[in-house]
Structures are given as C-alpha cells and as structure tokens.
C-alpha cells in the first residue's frame, strides 16, 4: 500500500526526492515487518513539508491545524522509526531540547549556534566539502553528517563590547 500521497499538504522538496523518501520508507517498514498505516505517512509527509528542523510539539502542532490528529504515543513512535530508518535525524544542539530534520537537508548545511544566547544560523555547505569530509574516513562507513559549529553570534559579542567598554569607564 502506497499512502504517502494521501493528504493536501505543500511540499518544500521536490517530487522526485519526495518519492524517493516514501519508497525508502515504504521499504524500511516493509523490512523491520511494521505496518504501513496512513499515520506514519502523514507524519512523514508533513515532516517533508517543513523548510527548519522541527520538535515533537511543533510536528504535531501542524498536524493539528492540518486536521489530522495521531496521539503522542504515535507521534513519537513513528519519530523513532523516522530516525532509525535514516529519514530524520536527531539534534540536541542545546541541551534541554531535541529538534529533528529530514535527513536529505541535514546534508546541505552546517550549523552554527551561539553559546550565549542560543541563536542558530545554518551555512550551506557546497559539494567539494561534503565529498571531502566523506573522503578522508576510512575504516568506516559513514550514513549521514551533522556539523555544530559553536561561538558568539555577532549581537551577542556588540552586548559584549559594550558591557566591557561600560565597566571599564
């Protein structure tokens, strides 16, 4: 049963990567002999429809304002299938929030957080980098990547200088 086109919602990926997805999924299920049910793919579709990473509240926020309602204990469990079958991954960039992101796009960008006041920013990363940071492992066989870059976000480092330049007078 093929169901990943089962609800209106828009797409930020395109049609063929979308497919590829609901085909990796639909064969992840079929593997792991789990049921194929219009929730799971209708989470995953949603999760195919949002451009940020994304937590657990905010996913099933937007599955409500899309009138489809999964209780908690689906949402979650579906969540853990998503990322032990390689479509999301995992993010704990701070430490008291865990945020998720569909895998594709985790590959195309770095991301930098500032250690004060926890802004995130995210860099594209161009094909040579990414090709280069699979290169140069070896006795190891990489699935995927996630790049934390760590620092002072440049509002916080002005707040910085001003504060030193006060206290100095």
Do not use: W
Request: with cysteine; aromatic share 8%; charged share 25%.
């Amino acid at each position: 049963m093929y169901l990943c086109h089962s609800r209106k919602i828009a797409m930020v990926i395109d049609d063929k990567t979308y497919k590829e997805i609901c085909n990796h999924f639909s064969n992840y299920l079929t593997e792991k002999n789990l049921r194929k049910t219009e929730e799971r793919h209708t989470i995953l579709k949603q999760i195919c429809s949002l451009s940020d990473h994304f937590t657990v509240d905010q996913l099933e926020q937007q599955l409500a304002e899309a009138k489809f309602h999964v209780s908690k204990a689906t949402l979650y469990n579906t969540i853990e299938v998503l990322v032990e079958g390689g479509i999301i991954v995992r993010h704990q960039i701070h430490s008291k929030r865990v945020e998720y992101e569909l895998r594709k796009r985790a590959e195309t960008h770095l991301h930098q957080v500032c250690s004060i006041c926890g802004a995130q920013r995210e860099v594209k990363l161009d094909a040579i980098l990414r090709n280069s940071i699979y290169a140069h492992i070896t006795r190891f066989t990489p699935e995927y990547f996630s790049l934390y870059v760590y620092g002072i976000c440049n509002k916080c480092r002005k707040k910085q200088k001003n504060k030193n330049k006060y206290n100095l007078s």
